[in-house]
């Protein structure tokens, strides 16, 4: 079966830098995005990564590794507006789009 | 109005009710979804429009029925529901099926099945 995986909670403090990691499983490969999804709100659109390597967009920065089916959403210079949800989701080789169940990062001053 | 929006933003029903939940997209996109959100699991792509004609229904009751009268337009038709319905129901759209395209999403629809 296709299959994602992240952590489920995570806890950073301001100002400091956190990795959100993400692990998948899934027939085929043609990308990956990361959105982040604040309380109550709509999942918006982060980054997407179909070549290995780092990707950076001011303080975030999404990595992958296609032959360790893996990917990380780094976050810098955390700030409280970070605390959301951030959702893993790929592309698999049908180009259907396969969903993570999301991480919920905390910020704590 | 831009972006993608939903009315109601609430719902609360009974099992026995008829609602329909609507969703708008003001993008120009093709291609239109309709999601489910539960606490702590993956989003659930329930449905898929490309251009009015649905491309994909992933073994969803038919105690859910869209409809998608023109590209901008989608409605999620909702009878009988279950308790188990209870969740966030999130509409979508890309410029195309294909998902390599970012997906924008509307504010979503808190159904509470009574």
């Known amino acids: 079966g296709q299959n994602i995986d992240q952590p489920t909670e995570m806890t950073a403090t301001e100002g400091a830098i956190v990795q959100i990691n993400c692990t998948y499983q899934t027939s085929g490969f043609n990308g990956l995005f990361w959105y982040q999804q604040h309380a109550g709100e709509a999942p918006t659109f982060l980054s997407y990564?179909?070549l290995d390597g780092l990707e950076e967009k001011g303080r975030f920065s999404s990595f992958l590794s296609r032959s360790k089916g893996y990917s990380y959403l780094l976050l810098k210079e955390l700030q409280m507006k970070d605390s959301a949800s951030y959702l893993c989701a790929v592309t698999d080789s049908n180009y259907q789009l396969i969903w993570g169940a999301g991480t919920k990062l905390i910020i704590k001053p | 109005e831009t972006g993608v929006t939903q009315t109601p933003r609430h719902l609360v029903m009974g099992m026995t009710n008829k609602k329909s939940l609507k969703c708008e997209q003001h993008?120009?996109?093709?291609?239109m979804y309709w999601y489910k959100q539960s606490a702590k699991k993956p989003l659930e792509l329930m449905f898929v429009?490309?251009?009015?004609?649905?491309?994909e229904n992933n073994s969803v009751p038919s105690r859910f029925s869209p409809e998608c009268p023109n590209s901008s337009h989608l409605f999620l038709h909702l009878h009988t529901l279950q308790p188990e319905d209870s969740a966030l129901y999130l509409c979508a759209s890309s410029h195309s099926v294909q998902a390599t395209y970012e997906q924008y999403f509307g504010p979503g629809t808190r159904l509470t099945v009574t």
């Open positions: 993008l120009g996109h093709n291609a």
């Open positions: 990564n179909v």
């Open positions: 429009y490309s251009l009015e004609e649905r491309v």
